[in-house]
């Protein structure tokens, strides 16, 4: 990101800079990214010897239900930081909320000059087609995602909502940003073409175990998992760089794949009893911070059988891990949009 950021302010004349973080969450690092893009250009000023860009015009973006007030709140000790640190007056920093969803137009025309999204373009606008919970037939029986059991018609139906929506956001930014503006992207993927490979699915199947396991029980309806799919692709790079190239107004300057271990590298000796069910507890608390809500709403389960459900997944998980270590695929994307 650093490199993006110092490539476009030293190449042109920005008086005003227009900045989006697109899926910006609610959490304690909601304004991490945009520190480091000011720190970039703060370090860009000292080098050169001039102030390159005046003012700073950024927007965060989230759907409509995030958490806004709770980023708001924290807003004055970020402004006393950038005062003390960098001697910026408010004057000089404007950030603002833009909820709503970024498969679509979000801003004026030629109105950024950069664009930044973390953890958030590998989730669908919605249900692929044909898999939705009131669809007629249920095509992905026992799953909540793609499978090596899934017929090619579930994967086909996922493929084409991703195309769909990524498509529609590399048009809309391509709106947005100004010729040679910038935009840095990074969400889950995979390397291979196949999309029933292990770093693309492997932990909804497990997470699909798991329901199954208090299904059999009659603690969840069977009927339920057999009509969930979860609103989720993960891309391999041909697929992302297909819908690039269609679009057209786009430059790949970089795309490349990171492997990032599912307990996020954590030293644990995952072949003893401790440390297999300490990993496998440590991601099922990342998966249930991400997944709670979306399984409380089509399941309505109660949060004793909630807390039982990911007891279950992080024994299923160590007992995977201590076995495979099978790892996430992160693709991390530098584009510019062309003169």
């Known amino acids: 990101m650093k490199e993006a950021v110092l490539e476009m302010v030293c190449n042109n004349v920005i008086e005003s800079m227009g ?11 909601s304004l991490s990214v945009i520190s480091e893009i000011m720190d970039t250009v ?5 080098l050169l010897g001039r102030r390159l860009v005046s003012e700073f015009r950024v927007f965060l973006n989230d759907l409509y239900s995030n958490d806004f007030n709770n980023i708001f709140i924290s807003l004055p000790a970020f402004y006393d930081r950038l005062k003390e640190e960098k001697g910026l007056e408010f004057e000089s920093c404007f ?6 969803s970024f498969y679509g137009r979000l801003f004026p025309t030629n109105s950024l000059h950069f664009v930044h999204s ?3 373009l590998h989730w669908l606008s919605q249900v692929p087609a044909g898999l939705e919970s009131n669809a007629l037939k249920r095509l992905n029986k026992g799953k909540l995602y793609i499978s090596k059991s899934s017929p090619q018609s579930v994967v086909d139906a996922y493929l084409l909502q991703f195309r769909n929506d990524f498509s529609l956001f590399i048009k ?8 040679g503006g910038r935009m840095v992207l990074s969400f889950m993927g995979r390397s291979s073409t196949d999309p029933t490979t292990e770093n693309s699915c492997y932990q909804w199947e497990l ?13 969840i309806e069977e009927e339920k998992l057999d009509s969930f799919n979860a609103p989720y692709y993960a891309p391999c790079a041909e697929e992302i760089k297909d819908e690039i190239q269609k679009e057209g107004s786009f430059t790949i300057d970089r ?3 990171f492997e990032i271990d599912w307990d996020g590298g954590a030293v644990t000796d995952i072949h003893t009893p401790h440390g297999k069910l300490s990993v496998g507890r440590r991601v099922a608390k990342a998966i249930r911070a991400v997944v709670e809500s979306m399984l409380k709403s089509h399941f309505g389960i109660e949060p004793d059988v909630m807390d039982d459900l990911f007891i279950r997944y992080g024994d299923i998980v160590g007992t995977h891990l201590s076995k495979s270590r099978t790892k996430y695929i992160n693709l991390v994307m530098a584009l510019t949009k062309k003169w």
């Open 172 to 179: 809309s930014r391509s709106r947005e940003l100004v010729a």
């Open 118 to 120: 973390s953890s958030s």
């Open 207 to 219: 997470l699909a175990q798991a329901i199954m396991s208090l299904a059999r029980e009659g603690r």
């Open 19 to 29: 900045i989006a973080d697109l899926g910006c969450s609610s959490g304690p690092n």
């Open 42 to 46: 703060e370090a860009a000023n000292r």
């Open 95 to 100: 950030i603002l909320g833009a909820p709503g």
């Open 255 to 257: 795309l490349e794949a």
